[in-house]
């Protein structure tokens, strides 16, 4: 896939080496070893979206983690009152990863806001790939481990108690 | 099939010897009559030769005798020969019919056989077991009318010549009798632990085969070797001692057939000496005596063949001896046409061993209404579908449609008004033309050949295909069809025209998806030897796997300064992707971005140790041309392990305009250039309506794309043209060329295509991605509501809401019934499925 600028990323530095960099940069990837992290920059594939353009929609079971390089996205969710937008993403977000280890259904939908340029990796080639090294599950694991309780964290010492009926909802971590 | 006949599993051996072949059995027999006579008549003409024409030194008798001895034996042996024919033709028509006939029984027997008997037994019963008995069959007329006639001839001709020698060397045969039958009972003995033995192996190697990628992933190679080598060393002896048991009956006939001659010597000679017995008399009768030795071991071969045969039929018919379930066509009575009402009364449904996974169900539909069955997995949903389908037989209680007990109609009346789609249906080895026509097809079928008129038009097809949403997939195959040279010159003409008109109306925005053709620029999405050439070989040696052992083109890469460097990337994609995958499994997803295959990796790996150690012009000649071929086959685009130097893409685009120039002077006619007025016959109709390719193959790529194709396409008029190519894709055997989601579909597009009044879907979408899903849905709430009974297992709850009925299964009883409101109002089971809590 060609990048954004159009320049084709032909001629410098392959999208492969880059992929290494970018997937090093993630607290999920990070910590593999260089081994198994090249596999993985090689399944990676790039994508370009236009605005308005879905990655997925609530209810898909696209099974597809994304890491945005450049442009935003907006994540929304579909009630029976109607779509509203939770949040938005930029660049060097690592989206879906939870979605790599399990086949799960969306509950939000992933929309481009601008021109958005993404590397992703689909569960299947994310499983074959780590297979061969089976001293990387248990640090994955810890990766997501690490991803969940630090976001409860954070969302229990933002809302510091004062969310009244949302109290009732938490403790994600301790499923 | 045989209606008046028994079933084929309980027809005797023995009723295969004239059934069909009555007509070709009488005149085997009227041949051998006289191919006896023209057996004894030269022994005849012996004795006469050497009494009478050499005697009395009479040479027109000589030649008189001589001729009619040799009359006899061409005619003898051209009969023998017609003999033979005919003999194959009935044992091979016999095993066909066996065949045949075995095969039309196994498709009514029901599904609880299958589950019980391996895959590989069935095959080997089918494919090889037969074969005997059909021997048998040819044989068992010819061969024993033929020799008990001939060894009663040479018999009467014995006593003729001499009654006290004919009695002493006939003594021998009874002896043999009384003692064969010994043998051949442990030759049976042998033959029936063969043919268990032979279809164990088979049943192991059919499971080989469909569990091979649990055994390659778990490299269990030495247990399964050993499992199977168990098998075959019992088999080994098993045949070992079954064959020698067979020569053990072979060889005690000769030793006793061999003690006659000598009886006649010692006899016969003493009798020569004393003067009562002429010397022809006693050469005549050695020949004749010798002449019995073949029809007798013939009858020995017969008898051993009767017997293999027959162990192997009853051991191949025991196998199949079931009674289909069901009566395959009504009798004396249209089939049925029903309106779809259905009644379900107390209805219970136990395996053999006493589950019981359905109790006391009761329930009732009017024709036209949708009911949703629902519940945990294990409640007995898929049984309940199955039933109604009439692919289980209840054991208690009613099931109507229309007021007919389900389970006393015949196939024919289901087929006609209830169409099934499984959760995992099969696709069958065909185009998907053959398989969406299959379940409207085989309503019209008769037993005969189906008319092609009777099935539903195109316009229907394409319809379907669109109900289903798995005309995007068709279309899909369509365009990526590589069109044979002249097959469909309209259409050739069509696709250059839509070419110009995507790239005036689409072409900006297509841009970003693919690259386009264009003489001056490079090609990231085509590999290097198409940048060089620009266009398609039409030469063998000009082919990309044959370009580096080509001198013509080797020197042409020296004279453009372009040997040594793509050596050099050829190196370095070596190194690269052996540093990736070297040490991962052969899987095909490891090997899709790469230009190295699975089965090459070895090979190159090999090659990358040696490159460590050697420069590159020094290396064999058989290396430098790997590096070349790997570095030819080369898409950056594509393959992104590797970045293409600036300089080295500049040195292919000098390189492209050299070559053009040197082949039009040198081999004109060689290479067909990229024009955007000519057909490339090598590529895709896809590539040729963008003259181009794709940059990514993803699924959000190809939406885009397929919104611009479709909307040109249509502009055309060539949308349909392009499904119906599309429709001729091969599936692959058991369809494995299709995504589980698109298999689905088109089971779902072929019961849509036959529109039942009765529809029953278990789990039909469950593959299928949201949107399909929904489309699906909502055309059933639309356009089957009031007219088709709609029986659907449902495990996404999210589609309920407009059934009429909702059924809750719980340990396969009713748990609670009603509409989605109702229920969902009542808090009970539905509503605790959604994930409420009580």
């Not at chain 2, 009654?163 to 029936?192: D, E, G, M, T, W």
């Not at chain 2, 107390?346 to 949703?372: C, M, Q």
Request: with cysteine; charged share 20%.
């Amino acid at each position: 896939m060609s990048s954004p600028e159009g320049n084709d990323n032909h001629g410098g530095s392959c999208e492969f080496q880059d992929n290494i960099s970018l997937l090093r940069e993630t607290s999920f990837f990070g910590g593999l070893n260089l081994d198994a992290l090249k596999v993985l920059a090689y399944l990676c594939s790039r994508e370009i979206y236009k605005p308005g353009d879905f990655l997925f929609q609530q209810g898909d079971e696209d099974g597809c983690a994304f890491y945005i390089i450049s442009g935003k996205a907006r994540l929304l969710l579909e009630t029976g009152n109607g779509t509203s937008e939770i949040r938005q993403y930029g660049a060097g977000s690592l989206l879906g990863t939870l979605s790599l280890v399990g086949h799960t259904r969306r509950l939000f939908s992933l929309q481009a806001v601008d021109e958005l340029y993404v590397m992703l990796i689909e569960r299947e080639k994310f499983m074959k790939g780590i297979e061969p090294f089976p001293e990387t599950i248990p640090r994955i694991f810890q990766s997501l481990a690490n991803i969940i309780v630090s976001w409860e964290e954070q969302f229990i010492s933002s809302h510091d108690g004062s969310c009244g009926a949302c109290t009732s909802k938490i403790g994600v971590s301790i499923l | 099939m045989g209606k008046k006949q028994p079933p084929v599993v309980k027809r005797p051996l023995s009723s295969w010897v004239f059934a069909n072949n009555a007509k070709y059995q009488i005149l085997l027999v009227v041949i051998i009559m006289v191919t006896v006579f023209a057996r004894v008549l030269p022994l005849e003409m012996q004795k006469r030769i050497v009494n009478q024409a050499i005697s009395l030194r009479k040479v027109d008798l000589l030649l008189r005798y001589c001729g009619i001895y040799i009359v006899a034996v061409v005619t003898a042996s051209g009969l023998k020969f017609l003999v033979n024919i005919l003999q194959t033709l009935i044992a091979q028509r016999a095993t066909a019919e066996m065949r045949k006939e075995l095969y039309h029984h196994l498709l009514t027997l029901p599904l609880n056989f299958f589950r019980k008997t391996q895959q590989g037994t069935i095959v080997n019963a089918l494919a090889s077991e037969l074969a005997l008995p059909g021997n048998f069959v040819g044989m068992a007329v010819a061969v024993p009318v033929s020799n008990i006639l001939t060894l009663l001839a040479f018999a009467g001709y014995l006593f003729w010549l001499n009654s006290l020698l004919a009695a002493v060397s006939l003594s021998i045969y009874p002896a043999v009798i009384f003692l064969i039958p010994l043998l051949q009972k442990r030759v049976n003995r042998a033959n029936k632990q063969r043919i268990d033995k032979a279809r164990v192996m088979s049943s192991k190697v059919a499971e080989t085969v469909s569990g091979i990628h649990e055994i390659q992933s778990n490299g269990s190679f030495g247990i399964e070797n050993r499992k199977f080598d168990r098998i075959v060393e019992q088999l080994y002896k098993i045949r070992v001692r079954w064959s020698l048991f067979r020569f053990g009956i072979k060889s005690t006939n000769n030793f006793f057939v061999s003690l006659g001659p000598f009886l006649i010597f010692i006899l016969g000679g003493y009798i020569a000496i004393k003067g009562q017995l002429a010397l022809g008399s006693l050469v005549a009768f050695l020949s004749a005596q010798e002449k019995l030795y073949d029809p007798w071991k013939e009858l020995i071969e017969f008898y051993q063949v009767y017997q293999d045969g027959s162990v192997s039929y009853r051991r191949t018919m025991k196998l199949f001896d079931m009674e289909p379930e069901h009566v395959l066509e009504p009798e004396g009575r249209e089939p049925y046409t029903f309106k779809g009402a259905i009644e379900v009364k107390n209805l219970s449904f136990a395996t053999e061993t006493g589950i019981r996974l359905l109790r006391d169900v009761t329930f009732s539909l009017k024709p036209g209404e949708h009911l949703a069955v629902v519940g945990f997995s294990g409640s007995g949903k898929s049984t309940l579908a199955q039933c109604i389908g009439q692919l289980y037989k209840y054991n208690d209680g009613n099931l109507l449609i229309d007021g007919h007990e389900v389970s006393q109609l015949t196939k024919r009346d289901i087929v006609n008004n209830v169409g099934f789609v499984a959760q995992s249906p099969f696709i069958f080895t065909g185009t998907i033309e053959e398989n969406l026509l299959y379940s409207a097809a085989a309503r019209l079928d008769g037993h005969g050949e189906i008319d092609p008129a009777l099935l539903p038009d195109r316009d229907d097809r394409i319809e379907v295909l669109q109900q289903t949403g798995i005309f995007v997939d068709v279309l899909r195959f369509g365009l990526n069809t590589i069109l044979a040279r002249d097959e469909n010159p309209e259409l050739v003409e069509q696709i250059i025209r839509v070419r110009r008109n995507l790239q005036e109306d689409f072409g900006q925005q297509l841009a970003e998806y693919v690259e386009f053709y264009q003489p001056d620029q490079y090609l990231y999405y085509s590999s290097i030897a198409e940048n060089l050439f620009f266009g398609t070989p039409n030469r063998k040696d000009l082919q990309v796997e044959n370009l580096p052992r080509n001198p013509y083109f080797l020197d042409f890469l020296k004279q453009a300064d372009l040997h040594i460097p793509l050596m050099g990337l050829g190196a370095e994609l070596c190194r690269q992707i052996v540093d990736i995958l070297g040490n991962l499994p052969p899987d095909e997803i490891f090997f899709e971005q790469s230009p190295i295959s699975p089965d090459e990796i070895e090979v190159y790996k090999a090659l990358s140790g040696r490159l460590q150690q050697a420069r590159l012009h020094r290396l064999p000649t058989e290396d430098q041309e790997q590096l070349l071929g790997l570095a030819l086959r080369f898409i950056p685009g594509k393959h992104k392990m590797v970045a293409l130097p600036k300089l080295l893409q500049e040195l292919i685009m000098e390189g492209r305009s050299i070559f053009r120039e040197a082949i039009q002077k040198d081999l004109p006619g060689a290479v067909t250039f990229y024009q955007a007025s000519g057909y490339i016959y090598s590529q895709t109709i896809l590539n040729n309506i963008f003259f181009g390719k794709m940059k990514t193959a993803t699924s959000h790529a190809q939406e885009k794309i397929n919104q611009s194709i479709i909307q040109v396409l249509i502009g055309e008029d060539m949308l349909e043209t392009i499904i119906e190519i599309g429709m001729q894709f091969h599936v692959g055997s058991s369809g494995d060329r299709l995504s589980g989601g698109q298999r689905q579909k088109l089971a779902v597009a072929r019961v849509f295509l036959k529109a039942p009044p009765v529809l029953i879907m278990d789990e039909a979408t469950s593959a299928l991605d949201n949107k399909s899903q929904f489309r699906i849905q909502n055309l059933l709430d639309t356009r089957w509501k009031g007219r088709h009974t709609l029986i659907s297992v449902i495990h996404r709850l999210d589609t309920i809401k407009k059934y009429d009925k909702i059924i809750v299964l719980k340990a396969g009883k009713i748990g609670e019934m009603g509409t989605y409101e109702e229920l969902m109002e009542k808090r009970g089971m539905l509503y605790e499925l959604t994930g409420g809590k009580r």
